[in-house]
């Protein structure tokens, strides 16, 4: 395989075969720029030069039933970190009047928990209708498994998008999770897009997974066609099971992984998500070729990039970006 022909293959709307998607991720680090730019052409095609810069808040933090290895938040781990019930509908509408400020592509809204109870689902669509009204802002959240009925009272009330990432592959899901499986994932997925919300749809490298897993993920996400395919980067959290998880990655990998997600998934967004700043430590920059979308301020439990340095590195880069850095 050529590297100058993958852009063509992906704009064109031809699907890499396994041996092409291996050999992306396989790209020897030399010709790197090169993977680089093919990816560029295919981001450039379909999203120009913009980056969708995004807000998330945890609005319910731990309490949760699930083992999820990976999660500070799940009922196996003993990480340290702050647990709440839902939030008030006045905390996060102030939230969002912040990301408002700073023009902020779309607000994201994150549960913990199996899935919301009743008593939640409608403080949540109070809360998003308040939002949408006040603010309208673009809005997502992250709710987990959903009801037909939830799914549709929650785009009644102005929910946009939903995210719902599968996280790794069918494969590999069960060294994941054991509490649910990866087809109640997609069940929710599809949940979500017949009650006609816009889906947000990824997953995590870097928790033991072998590259065919990765492959298979991604192959999968093509066929859900997810309006945006976060790819997030492992961080071990101590305190979790994968704690001390030797995650494989490094700066180059993670390029070459959102390269592929980009090949696979050209007229998605495509989003450096959780981790990306821990991983790709000085080519973070480099990450806005292939991807067009990114998280600033913080994640669920561990910190990101502030709004200043993401504007800093967004203009240096000769990007554009709607946000605005009300301190710079």
């Avoid at 003993?78 to 839902?86: G, N, R, T």
């Avoid at 821990?278 to 709004?307: C, N, Q, W």
Wanted: glycine share 8%.
């Amino acid at each position: 395989m050529l590297i100058d022909e993958l852009a063509d293959l992906s704009i064109d709307g031809k699907e890499l075969t396994r041996s092409q998607c291996q050999q992306v991720l396989d790209c020897p680090d030399e010709d790197l720029l090169l993977l680089l730019h093919q990816a560029y052409r295919v981001r450039r095609e379909y999203f120009g030069n913009q980056v969708h810069v995004q807000v998330l808040r945890n609005a319910k933090s731990g309490l949760c039933a699930e083992d999820c290895r990976y999660c500070s938040q799940s009922r196996i781990s003993q990480a340290p970190i702050e647990k709440y019930p839902l939030v008030s509908k006045e905390v996060l509408l102030a939230e969002a009047r912040k990301a408002r400020q700073i023009n902020v592509t779309r607000f994201c809204i994150s549960t913990s928990g199996t899935r919301p109870s009743e008593t939640e689902i409608e403080q949540l669509c109070d809360t998003i209708r308040t939002i949408k009204e006040e603010t309208q802002l673009p809005l997502c959240a992250t709710l987990g498994l959903l009801t037909d009925s939830q799914a549709r009272r929650l785009k009644e009330a102005g929910l946009d998008r939903v995210n719902h990432n599968l996280n790794t592959s069918r494969g590999y899901y069960s060294q994941v999770c054991t509490t649910h499986t990866f087809q109640d994932r997609l069940d929710t997925v599809a949940r979500c897009q017949s009650a006609g919300m816009e889906i947000c749809c990824g997953g995590i490298v870097g928790q033991g997974e072998t590259d065919n897993d990765i492959i298979d993920m991604l192959l999968t996400l093509r066929e859900i066609k997810p309006q945006a395919v976060p790819v997030n980067f492992m961080i071990p959290i101590e305190g979790t099971p994968f704690g001390s998880l030797d995650t494989g990655l490094n700066p180059r990998k993670c390029l070459k992984i959102l390269c592929l997600t980009r090949f696979l998934n050209p007229q998605s967004e495509v989003r450096a998500a959780g981790g990306w700043e821990y991983h790709m430590r000085e080519l973070k920059p480099l990450a806005l070729y292939p991807a067009d979308s990114i998280f600033v301020t913080g994640y669920l439990t561990t910190g990101g990039t502030s709004v200043g340095e993401v504007c800093r590195m967004i203009a240096d880069m000769g990007f554009e970006s709607t946000v605005e850095d009300l301190d710079g």
